[in-house]
């Protein structure tokens, strides 16, 4: 299985996204969505913060983050990618959009994009994502990109996996 750090940091895309790293300067842009360790930020220092944490998991091999760039307007509309599970060869997808967002595909094409590479180029054993019964819209998509429900997790959660 290969793992971050990549000698090149992978930037994938489509013909609608591009997933690529997010750099310092844009951090205003994604205050509303920026999560570390299930905290939200509400400040800039907050989102900074936790933008330098996710790097340094990267650079110590734990995780795998992209901004999620609209390619006819390059702007950043969300972010996802695999944020833990690496030791054991799998990889725990996470996402979130900027709301104005929802809705339009982004979502759906970005992890179908961040799956592949994890099959193909990474080469992980498994790949997994973690959301409730409540988020619908989570629930559709995952089922969406053929991710079945595995687990019933604790506090509410459902595990679902990627079929390999």
Known sequence: ????????YPMLSDNTI???????????????????????ATTMDQAAAMLARIN??????NTLHWGIE?????QLVGTCGYYR???TGRGELGCVLLEQFRGYGYMAKALKLAVDFGRNEMELLAIVAITT???????????????????????GYVEYAYPF
């Open 56 to 61: 340094e998991d990267y650079r110590a091999g």
């Open 70 to 74: 609209d390619r006819l307007t390059h």
């Open 85 to 87: 599970g690496f030791e």
């Open 1 to 8: 299985m290969k793992r971050p750090p990549f000698e090149i």
């Open 18 to 40: 591009l997933l690529r790293p997010i750099a310092p300067h844009e951090v205003s842009q994604l205050i509303d969505i920026s999560f570390y360790d299930a905290q939200q």
């Open 133 to 155: 019964r409540q988020n619908r819209p989570a629930v559709r998509l995952l089922e969406g990109l053929a991710f079945r429900e595995v687990a019933e997790l604790p506090d």
